[in-house]
């Protein structure tokens, strides 16, 4: 099964396919749609909406798992990261890709066994999930595959 991993942003979505068997995960690509900030937040939220149907076109997933947004101590970004997640929940909805939603609590609740954890626990438990000892440098993107790996363990 091939699980697309999606953490929702205005500026940055980060994004991480894996393969999942049943038994192995195997991280097949990842990456981040970014968004130039001199744009309107139409114009940025249509590249989100482009760039993301051409990856779910390129990348044919079988299911995506999209963070959900659970509590913002940035207020000015709230709004932003809601309209990014809601043209994803389109993108995916209009090629049929089954979707499912986990807060971040979730995320680190199945990765590390603490819904409170650091983010470089969760970082360690994504290496040790993939069998690797690199991951790529954006933030955005480690959330992304983490969110990917925790709906692996929900199957």
Do not use: W
Not at 1 to 9: A, K, S, T
Not at 17 to 42: A, M, P
């Amino acid at each position: 099964m091939r699980i697309l991993g999606i953490d929702p942003g205005m500026a940055i979505v980060g994004y991480g396919l894996i393969e999942f068997d049943g038994e192995k995960l195997i991280l097949i690509t990842s990456g981040s749609i970014q968004t130039n900030k001199d744009l309107s937040d139409s114009e940025r939220l249509l590249e989100i909406f482009n760039d993301l149907s051409t990856l779910v076109n390129e990348l044919k997933p079988d299911c995506a798992s999209v963070e959900n947004l659970f509590f913002f101590k940035n207020q000015k970004t709230v709004i932003p990261v809601a309209e990014a997640r809601g043209v994803i929940l389109m993108v995916l909805q209009k090629y049929k890709i089954p979707t499912y939603s986990y807060t971040p609590m979730e995320v680190k609740q199945v990765l590390t066994g603490y819904g409170r954890a650091e983010k470089k626990e969760v970082e360690q438990m994504v290496k040790i999930s993939l069998g690797t000892d690199k991951l790529p440098k954006l933030d955005d993107t480690v959330d992304a595959i983490a969110i990917a790996i925790c709906h692996s363990r929900n199957l």
